[in-house]
């Protein structure tokens, strides 16, 4: 795995460090060009999308496991900044003149763009596990890179400046060749403000297809466990790996739900009613079984638990969790018809469900006594 990992990773961010480094001292870069183009785009466009595929298409916001990166309800709005700059960045790289003075101007804009999120990735990304590592190796060699050809293009506008008249037949075209003139300490923070009525056109477009006007700042901020996650609140108290939807049956009024004892799970004491110990039981054979499909199961069903944990003050009432009880006893009844179907000692295995681990060892002592007798 190292080896991979080192192939994959190290070599190319060394190698981009390197080249910043030489390109900061002598103003050009050390290796040839076509290399240095298969690295930019291996760096830029090729690692980001293996690692959003990776930690945030497809995955939900959770308390129990890797929450997604952007908010699923709001990454559609971020995805489109993130594929927009990298457009330009690979127009930049490959141009070989100096583009018309608009063109140029949003250029040049979507690099800023490609700046600001990457620094906000380093501190969103940064309290993930691993956060540090990830944030290093991916987004520190982006910004360096886009450092670079921000610089590479303010050198060739120069050069072309000095060789050629520039000018423009409108007033907007004027306009961007005047932007673009100025040198990088004033052109610079105007490309950023240049971004504000591009990102609000963009915010007003994304409502058509049912994004909030706040969408691309609700992407960082309605997650789980991250740098600009305002959501963590959610997750206090949460028991992971638990049966939701039985324990919020066994919360209903004792004559419909029907307590037998109470149990431990992770350390907090819960009140176990029978459906509650037959579902447990009925996952535990699934994960003996079928630890796959357990696997599968149990990332969906986590995402239950997720909506429950947002509207819990509704789950507190009584009767609410009477009605779930009545509603979770048919599948409580084809839970029992598969331990017993499947299983050699279902009563045994539902028994011991949350049981705590003194009682469990007591309990396996008391098995070896009787096996030796």
Same mark, same amino acid.
């Given at each position: 795995?190292?080896?991979?990992?080192?192939?994959?990773?190290?070599?190319?961010?060394?190698?981009?460090?390197?080249?910043?480094?030489?390109?900061?001292?002598?103003?050009?870069?050390?290796?040839?060009?076509?290399? $240095?183009?298969?690295?930019?785009?291996?760096?830029?466009?090729?690692?980001?999308?293996?690692?959003?595929?990776?930690?945030?298409?497809?995955?939900?916001?959770?308390?129990?496991?890797?929450?997604?990166?952007?908010?699923?309800?709001?990454?559609?709005?971020?995805?489109?900044?993130?594929?927009?700059?990298?457009? $330009?960045?690979?127009?930049?790289?490959?141009?070989?003149?100096?583009?018309?003075?608009?063109?140029?101007?949003?250029?040049?804009?979507?690099?800023?763009?490609?700046?600001?999120?990457?620094?906000?990735?380093?501190?969103?990304?940064?309290?993930?596990?691993?956060?540090?590592?990830?944030?290093?190796?991916?987004?520190?060699?982006?910004?360096?890179?886009?450092?670079?050809?921000?610089?590479?293009?303010?050198?060739?506008?120069?050069?072309?400046?000095?060789?050629?008249?520039?000018?423009?037949?409108?007033?907007?075209?004027k306009l961007s060749l005047s932007i673009l003139k100025l040198e990088p300490i004033f052109k610079y923070p105007i490309l950023a403000l240049i971004l504000v009525p591009i990102l609000i056109v963009l915010?007003?477009?994304?409502?058509?297809?049912?994004?909030?006007?706040?969408?691309?700042?609700?992407? $960082?901020?309605?997650?789980?466990?991250?740098?600009?996650?305002?959501?963590?609140?959610?997750?206090?108290?949460?028991?992971?790996?638990?049966?939701?939807?039985?324990?919020?049956?066994?919360?209903?009024?004792?004559?419909?739900?029907?307590?037998?004892?109470?149990?431990?799970?992770?350390?907090?004491?819960?009140?176990?009613?029978?459906?509650?110990?037959?579902?447990?039981?009925?996952?535990?054979?699934?994960?003996?079984?079928?630890?796959?499909?357990?696997?599968?199961?149990?990332?969906?069903?986590?995402?239950?638990?997720?909506?429950?944990?947002?509207?819990?003050?509704?789950?507190?009432?009584?009767?609410?969790?009477?009605?779930?009880?009545?509603?979770?006893?048919?599948?409580?009844?084809?839970?029992?018809?598969?331990?017993?179907?499947?299983?050699?000692?279902?009563?045994?295995?539902?028994?011991?469900?949350?049981?705590?681990?003194?009682?469990?060892?007591?309990?396996?002592?008391?098995?070896?006594?009787?096996?030796?007798?």
């Amino acid at each position: 795995m190292f080896p991979i990992i080192f192939l994959l990773v190290v070599i190319p961010i060394s190698f981009v460090v390197f080249n910043f480094i030489f390109y900061i001292i002598k103003g050009r870069i050390k290796t040839t060009e076509k290399l $240095f183009k298969a690295f930019q785009i291996w760096t830029v466009v090729i690692v980001p999308t293996a690692f959003i595929l990776n930690a945030d298409v497809g995955v939900l916001n959770d308390c129990c496991t890797d929450s997604a990166l952007f908010s699923p309800e709001h990454r559609l709005g971020i995805y489109t900044l993130l594929i927009t700059y990298t457009l $330009f960045y690979c127009i930049s790289i490959f141009k070989k003149i100096v583009l018309p003075p608009i063109v140029e101007l949003f250029t040049n804009s979507f690099l800023i763009l490609g700046l600001i999120i990457n620094v906000l990735l380093c501190f969103h990304i940064h309290p993930m596990e691993l956060g540090l590592f990830m944030w290093i190796l991916g987004n520190v060699p982006i910004i360096l890179l886009l450092f670079i050809e921000l610089n590479k293009n303010q050198k060739l506008l120069k050069r072309h400046i000095e060789q050629n008249k520039l000018h423009s037949s409108n007033s907007i075209g004027k306009l961007s060749l005047s932007i673009l003139k100025l040198e990088p300490i004033f052109k610079y923070p105007i490309l950023a403000l240049i971004l504000v009525p591009i990102l609000i056109v963009l915010s007003l477009f994304l409502l058509l297809f049912g994004q909030k006007p706040d969408s691309l700042i609700s992407a $960082f901020t309605e997650t789980y466990k991250h740098g600009f996650s305002q959501l963590d609140y959610m997750c206090e108290n949460v028991e992971c790996g638990g049966h939701f939807l039985c324990s919020v049956g066994a919360n209903g009024h004792s004559s419909i739900v029907r307590p037998i004892r109470y149990g431990e799970r992770h350390g907090h004491k819960i009140i176990c009613n029978r459906q509650l110990l037959i579902s447990n039981a009925f996952e535990d054979l699934v994960q003996d079984k079928c630890p796959k499909i357990h696997n599968i199961i149990r990332k969906h069903y986590n995402s239950i638990g997720d909506l429950i944990h947002k509207h819990y003050h509704i789950f507190n009432i009584k009767l609410v969790s009477d009605i779930v009880y009545i509603l979770m006893k048919p599948l409580e009844l084809l839970f029992l018809f598969t331990l017993y179907t499947v299983d050699n000692q279902p009563e045994n295995r539902i028994a011991v469900q949350y049981l705590s681990k003194t009682d469990r060892q007591k309990l396996s002592a008391i098995k070896t006594e009787t096996a030796k007798k």
